[in-house]
């Protein structure tokens, strides 16, 4: 089983409506990710999240997307206006620190109309 | 020159089969290595992670690394249909912020035939 729980498994969306993906941990951990797969396309990395701040994000996580940790303990990516290429799968992962491997789950399968 | 290029195949083989994948990358800063396994539609599934250069072994599963050629490999011994999924090579700097910052490979799909 993933130590990371997602929901929805499936959201699809209208383009220019807001998304809010979710991530739980099954334990607590300091260290959170967001990574994104378009189909048939490689695993990329979009943001990494340490004690309740961003700690580095790519080119990709431009001003439509955020990232919070609410109430402690779920993990959100919010992406604001969606556009078709948004579709994608979104993975949420935890680590132990700093250089260490990472938990993937389930993902979160977006699709934009 | 993409960071890091892996085979995508497909990848074929009989059961019982030695198989090797392999990832070749080009920004010496990496210093981290994983081996990922991904069955469809389910997230990446870490099998092996290595930090220094040699081998390291885990059942039927070794990871190997060869940092001055920059070239990492997985190999599974006595290949079982219920290996069949896409493999992803993973890497990643040493630092405090980009430290856990992964760079992927394209993924090898493997098919374990009985």
């Known amino acids: 089983e993933p130590e990371v729980t997602q929901t929805p498994s499936h959201q699809v969306t209208q383009m220019g409506q807001e998304v809010i993906l979710r991530c739980v941990p099954i334990?607590?951990?300091?260290?959170f990710y967001w990574y994104r797969q378009i189909l048939g396309q490689k695993v990329e990395f979009l943001v990494s999240f340490y004690n309740n701040e961003i700690s580095e994000k790519s080119e990709i996580f431009d001003d439509q997307f955020s990232v919070e940790r609410p109430d402690g303990s779920n993990f959100t990516l919010k992406i604001r206006s969606t556009k078709l290429e948004d579709s994608a799968m979104y993975f949420c992962?935890?680590?132990?620190?700093?250089?260490?491997?990472?938990?993937f789950g389930n993902g979160t399968r977006l699709t934009v109309t | 020159q993409k960071e890091v290029e892996q085979d995508p195949g497909p990848l074929s083989v009989p059961e019982g089969a030695i198989v090797s994948l392999n990832c070749t990358y080009s920004n010496s800063a990496f210093q981290y290595f994983m081996w990922y396994r991904q069955y469809s539609r389910k997230g990446p599934e870490l099998l092996m992670y290595t930090y220094s250069s040699g081998n390291k072994e885990d059942g039927r599963f070794t990871a190997q690394v060869d940092k001055s050629s920059k070239y990492i490999s997985l190999f599974i011994r006595d290949s079982q249909p219920s290996d069949s999924a896409t493999y992803l090579c993973?890497?990643?700097?040493?630092?405090?912020?980009?430290?856990?910052?992964?760079?992927f490979g394209e993924g090898t799909q493997l098919t374990v035939n009985p």
């Open positions: 334990s607590n951990h300091l260290y």
């Open positions: 992962a935890r680590g132990r620190g700093t250089n260490s491997p990472l938990h």
């Open positions: 993973a890497m990643s700097a040493k630092g405090e912020t980009s430290g856990s910052r992964l760079t």
